[in-house]
């Protein structure tokens, strides 16, 4: 039925879109930090993921546990080093935001330069749980459920860490108003490197789950980038329900057009979307109003 | 600086001038080639700093207008003759900016940085589907009889007339109100200055000169296809050039395209490899260690503040007299909260108008709407015999409406005295020339400090500048948001005297203030408003004593 044909992988795909949007909703929408450096990492943990997986037979479920760490560390350590001090430079929201873009956007080129020469410019894939499985008559890969689970299952956990703990509230006051946080005596530095730290823990799960089942190579990190932006924009900066919602609606857009109209206009109604909904809610479809 | 070096100086200049336009005469091909590399993307990142230097909006969108232009010639170029191929990628260029613009220049910070880029994404995905699926294929051919020498000499044209355009934009108003829509459009926008329009304007102009470079550039690869003419490295190139350069100047994007062009030409040359990974490593340095540009090493640059100072000096007399504003009925909902509700009054000319009430009454929304930020839900504001409700705000700045903010908003980048003279580009002609930007700031006491930039005042300072700058308005009516609070009492004393003297030159004055004692001083007539509505009017002293104002703010007595 054309109905589910489209309903099932649009929602599976748009999974996949909320589970690599959702780093970037912390790192963005909490950390006020626009990592344009963003797809890269994801890329760079799918090679990793990749290598564990043609190199030591290591299953990537289990080299999540080997990549996240990783990646939460040198998060760390490129706030630390480089975002910290922009921030403390910014004179405003603003500045500190256009700072982060442009520093993240040299990020972005050391990485893809350094994947180009550790595997050069062509397409990688490999077949992990590749099982086909039939859903309401609709053919779907086991991998891309799994993708779809994890993607659900981390932006509950996330939703509910920002919402039920300390730490989470701590963060989210900081999103809001980083002066007044300060005030009340939240540490925003270590806050937003914390979170920061942990949105790039949440890029390489992203990245390691989609190695799984999308084929790759060193320089498409930048369409990641821009669909996780379109996603977190979409949704409402920092808003992690949003990112889920918005994220499913962007696949499902996709699967439509790519069925019923063009599938060489994907893209094409990806912007299109997303422009449409900037110019009628410029903060997003769950934003806040703007202040 | 003396006769002879200024000769020498000029020998220099036209030494370096003809050995740049006979450039393609005396090299080989090699250098022609990077002689052009430099030449366009030293149109490219001027164009780009016209607009996005003093409004701060990062653009990744020059590909975009570059690559519209490069497809129009791809498409044109074999039939329509050149001169006309490059207006036809001009006139696009400005419909594909214009439209754009129109709908996204509210947009701010990273808002728009993203959409640029999803704007230049898009315009390529659509080149694409359109050449795949109606063309039948994705490259084209161009043919074309333009020699490489030509090819150089019409972008060193081009280059002549950004540069031209910018320092004429630079020179003329709208290049200082464009800076002052950079450092706070809403202030801006109070001052009398259409912040929508100048945007817009300059957006199509610099997105003119991308395009015509686009078109210019075509012949040089004689095949063309989305993936070159759209090539996204070709906007995040320009933005780092026009940084490193300085984006704040005319001349700072050309510093940073020099060296860069050549570092990339180097880098491709020794390094192929390593390219990205040292690309990246000096953007991240670059941002770090140069936040102002190479230009920002040189020192500050000194501008002159447009022509308004030239004004001959006139104080402004008025002695008209008669009603000046009326408020009738005015009501505004946010929601369902009825923030004001069917409030009405007059105010006569040379009146000090106090209006008094709790926090949340409804005082600053009233001001809102009268100076335009907000349009009333219904009721009918006259302003000299002008209905002003609903009114865009740089309308009502330039009929001679004047305010302060609660919340003090002066144009941190700008110095004090362009803060003022940013206010005097657009008065009304009828204002007449009114006091200059010195003699203003002279009567609220900030005359010794003209070159300062506002944003390191002090917060009392600050308050003066914006009071100067709604005077250079040469306003019939000035609105005082609270203008009085938070001073200190010596400092309350002169406040009160600066707007007596204010009364006293025939200025009308409406003013929001809790400093009752100021209320009592100043004002003939008092306002109170509460919970949205006026619950009394008339002379201060009997307003204050009225039993409703009390318990308005005090709360019911105690039984």
Known sequence: MLLFDIALPGLVLGGMYALIALGLTLQYGVARIMNLSYGESLVAAAFGALSLYTGLGLSPLMALLLAVPCAVLINWLLYRFLLERLMRRGKDRGAQEIDSILVTFGVLFVIQGIMLIAFGGQYYSYSYLSIPVVVLGTTLAVNRLVALLFAAAIGIAVYLALTRTRVGTAVRAVAVDANAARLVGIDVAAMSGLTFAFGGGLVAIGGVLISMFLTFNASMGVIFTMKALVVVIMGGVGNVLGALVAGLMLGVVETAVARLVDPGLTLAATYALFLGVLLIKPTGLFGRAAS | ?559
């Open chain 2, 1 to 559: 600086m003396s006769a002879t070096t200024r000769t020498g100086l000029w020998c220099v200049a036209l030494v370096l001038g003809a050995a740049i336009i006979a450039f393609p005469l005396y090299v080989n091909g090699y250098y022609l080639a990077l002689g052009i590399s430099i030449l366009y993307f030293t149109i490219l990142a001027t164009a780009w700093a016209m607009f996005s230097g003093p409004t701060r909006y990062i653009s990744l969108a020059t590909v975009a207008f570059f690559g519209i232009g490069a497809y129009t010639a791809a498409v044109l170029g074999e039939t329509w003759p050149w001169p006309a191929v490059l207006l036809a990628a001009a006139a696009i260029g400005a419909l594909v900016a214009g439209i754009t613009g129109l709908s996204t220049l509210r947009l701010s910070g990273i808002y728009f940085v993203i959409f640029s880029f999803g704007l230049a994404e898009l315009i390529r995905q659509l080149v694409i589907w359109y050449e795949v699926n109606i063309h039948k294929s994705v490259g084209r051919y161009l043919f074309s009889a333009v020699t490489q020498d030509v090819l150089y000499w019409q972008l060193l044209g081009l280059a002549a007339l950004v540069f031209l355009t910018g320092f004429l934009l630079g020179r003329s108003r709208y290049g200082l109100a464009l800076r002052a829509i950079g450092a706070d459009e809403t202030a801006a926008s109070h001052s009398g200055i259409d912040a929508t329009r100048i945007k817009l304007a300059i957006f199509v102009v610099s997105a003119v000169f991308m395009s015509v470079t686009g078109a210019v550039m075509a012949p040089r690869w004689t095949y063309i296809d989305p993936s070159i003419a759209f090539n996204p490295m070709i906007s995040f190139q320009v933005v780092i050039m026009a940084l490193l350069g300085g984006a704040g100047s005319l001349f700072g994007p050309v510093l940073g395209v020099i060296p860069l062009v050549l570092l990339f030409e180097v880098l491709t040359a020794t390094l192929p490899n390593h390219f990205s990974i040292v690309l990246g490593a000096i953007f991240v340095m670059i941002v770090m260690l140069l936040p102002r540009g190479v230009i920002g090493l040189i020192g500050p640059v000194q501008r002159k503040a447009p022509a308004s100072d030239a004004v001959a000096a006139k104080p402004s007399t008025r002695e008209q007299s008669g009603q000046l504003l009326r408020v009738d009925d005015v009501g505004k909902s946010f929601g369902g909260l009825r923030a004001v509700d069917q409030v009405s009054f007059e105010v006569t000319r040379g009146q000090i108008v106090g209006i008094i009430g709790p926090n949340g009454s409804g005082k600053t929304t009233l001001l809102n709407m009268l100076s335009g930020a907000l349009v009333p839900s219904g009721g009918s504001i006259r302003f000299g015999g002008v209905m002003i409700g609903g009114v865009k705000p740089h309308r009502i700045a330039r009929l001679g409406l004047a305010r302060t903010f609660q919340l003090v908003r002066v144009m941190a980048d700008l110095t004090v005295a362009e803060n003022v003279a940013a206010a005097a580009l657009f008065r009304s002609a009828a204002a007449g020339g009114g006091e200059t930007t010195v003699e203003l700031l002279d009567l609220v006491g900030l005359g010794k400090m003209q070159d300062i930039p506002a944003g390191d005042l002090t917060y009392i300072d600050q308050k003066r500048l914006e009071l100067a700058r709604a005077l250079a308005l040469s306003p019939q009516l000035v609105l005082l948001d609270e203008w009085l609070a938070g001073l200190n009492p010596s400092e309350l004393e002169t406040g009160i005297a600066l707007i007596a003297k204010l009364r006293d030159r025939g200025t009308t004055i409406i003013m929001v203030e809790h400093v009752m004692d100021a209320i009592r001083a100043l004002c003939s007539h008092c306002i109170v408003m509460n919970a949205g509505s006026v619950i009394a009017r008339g002379a201060p002293d009997a307003v204050l004593s009225d039993p409703t104002v009390i318990t308005a703010y005090l709360g019911e007595a105690d039984a």
